[in-house]
């Protein structure tokens, strides 16, 4: 079975700085990989994902993250983050065949920007 | 183009007590998916749907019930509500998935206490 994780509970991080949160998985078969971003009291919303193609994927608000099989990562980064980037950050799998995907979630990343 | 609706947004339940969360999409999705969220825990799939009429049990399927009788809707049971059943709970809707997994679009989540 699929899993992630996310090491990192919490990354507190200066406006203006960059970051990276840190997914890795267990995979031993295709790889699907979705990042995820819940602001406050909001349901998740996709910020980018991988299904094939080009490792390094580029998403909404100016995150970017790259697919490193050899690693079982797909970190996400973001060179200068803002306040309003404060959320938890969900990276999931998918696992299954055409038309019975099934998504893994890691247990998330609390992004917390200080001004 | 509401996307994902849920209904209630909260709710307070005594033990014993029954409910029904009601989960509604106007896209046309043919999977939809009921999550909760505990803190540490990520996401955790309770049941899911492939189609109108079919269900399936996810990662923790036990004390709850789910149906969908319409395309556009997927309602979540609880028969005899217990205090572990306090979480946030989130519907969750995509495509087909063929031949690569879709994005799943959330709804905003149910707030519930059992007390």
């Known amino acids: 079975a699929q899993s992630v994780t996310q090491l990192d509970s919490q990354v507190p991080v200066f406006e203006e700085a960059p970051v990276e949160l840190r997914c890795n998985y267990s995979s031993s078969v295709s790889v699907y990989l979705f990042w995820y971003v819940q602001y406050p009291n909001q349901g998740l919303q996709l910020l980018l994902k991988?299904?094939?193609?080009?490792?390094l994927v580029k998403g909404i608000n100016g995150f970017e993250a790259e697919f490193n099989k050899s690693q079982t990562s797909f970190h996400l980064r973001k060179p200068s983050v803002h306040i309003s980037d404060t959320a938890e950050y969900f990276c999931?799998?998918?696992?299954?065949?055409?038309?019975?995907?099934?998504?893994?979630f890691g247990t998330g990343t609390r992004l917390k920007v200080l001004a | 183009n509401a996307g994902v609706t849920q209904t209630p947004k909260f709710r307070v339940l005594k033990t014993g007590q029954s409910m029904t969360l009601l989960c509604a999409q106007d896209m046309n999705h043919e999977y939809m998916y009921w999550y909760r969220q505990d803190p540490g825990m990520g996401l955790r799939l309770i049941h899911y749907s492939v189609g109108e009429g079919t269900t399936a049990k996810g990662e923790v399927p036990d004390g709850y019930n789910v149906s969908r009788l319409k395309k556009q809707n997927f309602l979540l049971g609880l028969e005899s509500a217990a205090p572990s059943q306090t979480s946030v709970y989130f519907c969750?809707?995509?495509?087909?998935?063929?031949?690569?997994?879709?994005?799943?679009?959330f709804g905003p989540g149910t707030r519930l206490l059992v007390l």
């Open positions: 991988y299904l094939s193609g080009s490792t």
């Open positions: 969750a809707s995509s495509a087909r998935g063929t031949p690569l997994p879709e994005t799943q679009y």
């Open positions: 999931a799998v998918s696992q299954g065949r055409s038309g019975t995907y099934k998504y893994i």
